[in-house]
């Protein structure tokens, strides 16, 4: 789907893998943010008060940071262990978060660079879903 919600030149430098894996998650979607390492490093949802009290999300924080610290250079995590990055995943598995809380994607470069504050919904992303 062409959204007209700009044209990041991040895509242009994904590795391999990153596209094979991209495709492979996110095929017959029509997500707009790609799920790419770069992206993840840079998404703010590990610092969001929506997660800071889930134990589910904490706890996959911390064990996804471990996996991805051990992964080769460019290789993801399975999205289901990775707390974050909503934009491009979609709705949060674990089900103790706190949507009533502010969402801080606005904080965020992929945000920026992918344009979403020109979508609607434009935040929350856990909550509503991937970014489209
Ligand atoms: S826009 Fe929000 S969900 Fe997407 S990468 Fe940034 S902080 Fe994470
Ligand atoms: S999508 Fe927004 S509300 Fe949800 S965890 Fe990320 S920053 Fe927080």
Excluded at 30 to 40: E, F
Excluded at 52 to 80: F, H, I, R, T
Excluded at 97 to 107: A, K, S, V
Aim: hydrophobic share 25%; charged share 25%; aromatic share 6%.
């Amino acid at each position: 789907m062409d959204t007209g919600k700009g044209n990041p030149t991040e895509k242009k430098s994904f590795t391999g893998v990153e596209n094979r894996f991209t495709e492979e998650k996110v095929r017959g979607t029509d997500s707009l943010v790609s799920y790419t390492r770069s992206n993840i490093e840079k998404c703010m949802c590990s610092q969001c008060p929506v997660q800071a009290d889930s134990e589910c999300a904490q706890n996959k924080l911390q064990s996804s940071g471990e996996v991805m610290k051990n992964l080769p250079e460019g290789e993801v995590p399975n999205p289901k262990d990775v707390p974050g990055i909503y934009c491009s995943t979609g709705k949060a598995i674990c089900q103790d978060l706190n949507f009533d809380r502010e969402c801080i994607c606005g904080t965020c470069e992929v945000w920026k660079e992918y344009g979403l504050e020109e979508l609607d919904p434009n935040n929350h992303f856990c909550q509503h879903g991937r970014a489209t």
